[in-house]
């Protein structure tokens, strides 16, 4: 199995700055790799896929990148409704698709 | 837009059998380009995937999982199923149904139920 470590678990940021959240894969997953934002009480949103395509209606704001077991999701300008929990999910290995413990960004 | 809805008991007993169905509006199970899953999401886990099935019945599930979960899909009603048997405190959790949509060279989960609130409780 995959296991997916996300880093920080909390990131603190004022709106405006920039957000840099971290996915390491313990093997490589290629660009195998997708992430999610999960707002309270809600289900999950697809942001990213294939580690840097961003997902339809998803704002340019938001970027991915990286390849093998380093990812990166940079928020450029944190808008208030990016206050959130993030998720990577990787789907190169599976059974079973397995997602990282996420990042709650968390306004300053 | 397709939509997806889980129903099914919000209380289960331990030792017995935890069943939802997640009916989808808009469009048939019967698309070879889609999986139709089941995810779980707990505090101390975080999100679980469970497992999918295919239109054509062939299913996939976490191995930490398979001996206790079927997944089956009835395309006349446009729903798909969950029954996890056996159940413990550890699988309380919010359960979704989501589409994870299949492009060949890559994946993801396109569409996603609410989510349902599952105890575990005698």
């Known amino acids: 199995e995959v296991v997916m470590t996300q880093s920080p678990a909390t990131l603190s940021v004022s709106p405006g700055e920039r957000a840099t959240l971290s996915c390491r894969a313990s093997?490589?997953?290629?660009?195998?790799l997708a992430w999610y934002q999960q707002k309270p009480g809600q289900a999950p949103r697809l942001l990213i896929y294939?580690?840097?395509t961003r997902a339809t209606d998803i704002p340019a704001r938001f970027s991915g990148s990286g390849s093998g077991t380093e990812f990166t999701l940079t928020i450029s300008s944190l808008q208030s409704e990016d206050f959130a929990v993030y998720y990577c999910?990787?789907?190169?290995?599976?059974?079973?698709?397995?997602f990282g413990g996420g990042t709650k960004v968390e306004m300053k | 837009q397709v939509q997806l809805q889980e129903s099914g008991p919000g209380l289960v007993k331990p030792s017995e059998t935890l069943s939802l169905t997640c009916t989808v509006s808009?469009?048939?199970?019967?698309?070879?380009?889609?999986?139709w899953s089941w995810v779980r999401q707990t505090p101390g886990k975080g999100l679980e995937w469970i497992g999918f099935?295919?239109?054509?019945?062939?299913?996939f599930y976490n191995p930490s999982l398979e001996s206790r979960v079927t997944i089956s899909l009835d395309a006349s009603k446009n729903q798909f199923s969950l029954r996890l048997n056996s159940v413990s405190s550890a699988d309380t959790a919010t359960y979704y149904c989501?589409?994870?949509?299949?492009?060949?060279?890559?994946?993801?989960?396109?569409?996603w139920g609410q989510g349902t609130l599952v105890t575990v409780s005698a």
């Open positions: 989501a589409r994870e949509r299949d492009l060949g060279a890559t994946r993801y989960f396109d569409s």
């Open positions: 808009v469009g048939s199970l019967s698309t070879g380009s889609y999986y």
């Open positions: 099935i295919l239109y054509n019945g062939r299913t």
């Open positions: 093997y490589s997953v290629s660009d195998n």
């Open positions: 294939r580690a840097s």
């Open positions: 999910q990787q789907y190169n290995n599976w059974p079973p698709l397995t």
